[in-house]
């Protein structure tokens, strides 16, 4: 009963210090002179990227065949499928640098199959711009 007590009277204070704490600042990209590409990141892994497939690209072993030749100037280490027609693409670091956004961007559009390709961002770059909503009794 006391320690209910206790929580009860915590919790509002607890509530109000967990909103009015401030988040992270939503980090600056740099702008792109072309019109549809994503914009350059400084905090996405190099040589790693996200794609995703079209909605008619049938998500088998001879789509992925294909996806291995859309990118066989550069040297491909894996594509792994991600779920949802999403795609992991890591290049491999030790025959080369990283290509850049763009010209994996000329290389998907050129394949047919991909609908978009985007770097590979760390969980938890871009925090929500508001916090969460608190959950009633927990």
Do not use: H
């Amino acid at each position: 009963m006391k320690a209910s007590l206790i929580l009860m009277l915590l919790a509002p204070m607890l509530l109000v210090a967990c909103q009015s704490a401030g988040l992270a600042p939503a980090l600056v990209n740099q702008t792109s002179t072309e019109p549809n590409a994503m914009p350059q990141n400084p905090t996405a892994r190099s040589g790693a990227y996200l794609f995703k497939l079209k909605p008619n690209a049938p998500d088998n072993a001879d789509t992925l065949a294909q996806l291995y030749r859309a990118f066989q100037s550069q040297a491909v280490q894996s594509i792994k499928p991600i779920g949802n027609a999403w795609y992991l693409l890591i290049l491999n670091k030790n025959t080369g640098a990283d290509p850049g956004l763009a010209f994996m961007q000329s290389l998907a559009k050129q394949s047919g199959l991909i609908e978009t390709l985007q770097p590979n961002l760390p969980y938890g770059v871009n925090p929500p711009k508001q916090p969460a909503p608190m959950l009633n009794g927990l």
